[in-house]
């Protein structure tokens, strides 16, 4: 396995502006998250994709928050008029379906994309 | 919603120690991971606890589930600078394990003094 892939790894970029992460999961892994964190904090969970479709969105996910995963591949998260209160670390993990017959599903973790807000 | 706390928030221990961290839900717990971080990186997969009164171990790290006390310990044996790092502990409470939307502990830093 390649790992899961964020990319960019860094993005400072001015307030107002419009900001876009990519994510390519770990092949064939149908389930993709979105996680945001802060200094000091653990990670929050945003929004999960099951292939294509988006399950589940957290309310941290405001209007201004859009996450696709089109080709039920790689998936982006754009931020748009971006605010200070944006500034953390954008995670993408992956993982296989569920299944309770064997060892569960690991939720593998990619590196991040730091994102700061000025 | 599910808390979890971590304890202790900090932690620093000479090398060759051993030492414990331990994770607490405010709900039953039906699974849970357990995560290294160094800093500014993403999270490393350590291990993930699915029945009560599980245990597994991965070279010197030892993570137990109690479902009971609704709590996880994780245990170092003779520590080492490479353990250095953010543990942290994440779980779905709900009771179908998809653990589809992880709620984390705010984390224990760990640090290794040679």
């Known amino acids: 396995d390649t790992g899961v892939s964020q990319d960019p790894r860094h993005k400072i970029t001015k307030r107002g502006q419009n900001v876009t992460f990519r994510c390519d999961p770990i092949?064939?892994?149908?389930?993709l998250y979105w996680y945001r964190q802060t200094l000091g904090q653990g990670p929050e969970f945003l929004t999960y994709f099951q292939n294509e479709a988006q399950l589940e969105k957290s309310r941290l996910l405001s209007d201004r928050f859009s996450a696709e995963r089109p080709k039920g591949s790689f998936s982006t998260l754009e931020i748009q008029r971006t605010e200070q209160g944006d500034s953390a670390m954008y995670l993408c993990a992956s993982s296989r379906l569920p299944d309770r017959d064997r060892a569960g599903n690991t939720i593998y973790f990619g590196e991040g994309s730091w994102l700061t807000v000025v | 919603s599910q808390e979890l706390e971590q304890s202790p928030q900090s932690l620093i221990v000479q090398e060759g120690k051993n030492l414990t961290i331990n994770c607490t839900s405010s709900?039953?717990?039906?699974?849970l991971y357990w995560y290294k971080q160094k800093y500014g990186e993403g999270l490393i997969f350590l291990m993930m606890?699915?029945?009560?009164?599980e245990e597994k171990s991965h070279e010197k790290i030892t993570a137990k589930l109690d479902e009971k006390k609704q709590q996880s310990s994780l245990h170092i044996t003779a520590s080492q600078p490479s353990h250095a790092g953010i543990y942290l502990c994440g779980a779905d409470g709900r009771t179908n394990f998809g653990n589809e939307k992880l709620t984390f502990g705010t984390g224990t830093r760990l640090t290794i003094i040679p």
């Open positions: 092949s064939e892994h149908n389930r």
């Open positions: 709900k039953t717990l039906y699974g």
């Open positions: 606890l699915q029945k009560g009164g």
